[in-house]
């Protein structure tokens, strides 16, 4: 299974973007029910939303915060400009196209890292999560909503049968179990929990 590029996961998104939304809330309906209003839930503020998409959970941020999303595809940002604007959200929000993975912001500038079903699709995940940790102040929290490895062995299977196409054609990564890149990246992990057969994973980590 070939590793992913930038330029393969900007491909991707550019190609899926005007579908996204329904796809996504779909599959969230399924598997992840509630997880990325949990995951804006935890946000306190000023936020450093990391793959932004197309603004799903700008919406969704509570009037006390600041977000700065970033993100990877053009077609992708454009969406998330409408959903500002048809909001009335442009006070509290800025958006900027960027690299997750080389974020263009000053050291310990947030109180939240927030991703929401982002770390199966960067290429260099452990990159990012240094990223984050870099640009947290201390005390700060990196509030993850994802995906990964079941619980369940024969699911797992299933899932790393699959994964070789998922890469392919949707540069997501179906077994990324997130925590290993949260601990090499310095944060503790303040609390996980898993649901749909171990599938959906929500994760609280703090930058010491």
């Known amino acids: 299974m070939r590793a992913i590029t930038d330029a393969d996961v900007r491909r991707v998104f550019d190609r899926i973007a005007d579908r996204y939304d329904g796809q996504m809330l779909a599959w969230e309906r399924r598997l992840f029910p509630g997880s990325r209003e949990w995951a804006v839930g935890q946000a306190r503020g000023h936020v450093v ?9 700008l919406p969704l941020y509570d009037a006390g915060t600041t977000v700065v999303g970033i993100e990877l595809s053009e077609p992708m940002l454009e969406l998330a400009r409408r959903r500002v604007a048809g909001a009335g959200l442009g006070e509290r929000v800025e958006l900027r196209q960027g690299d997750v993975q080389h974020l263009d912001l000053p ?26 940790h870099r640009v947290l102040k201390p005390g700060g929290r990196f509030v993850l909503a994802e995906h990964g490895p079941s619980s369940n062995p ?7 049968l699959l994964e ?45």
């Open 107 to 132: 050291d310990g500038v947030a109180d939240t890292v927030l991703s929401t079903f982002t770390m199966c699709t960067i290429p260099d995940p452990l990159a990012a999560a240094r990223e984050a």
């Open 154 to 160: 024969v699911i797992r299977a299933g899932m790393r």
């Open 49 to 57: 939303e990391i793959a932004v998409g197309t603004g799903l959970n």
């Open 164 to 208: 070789p196409l998922s890469v392919r054609f949707q540069a997501d990564y179906l077994t990324r179990d997130p925590r290993p890149y949260l601990e090499q990246a310095g944060f503790e992990i303040e609390s996980v929990v898993r649901t749909t057969r171990g599938v959906s994973f929500r994760v609280l980590a703090v930058r010491p």
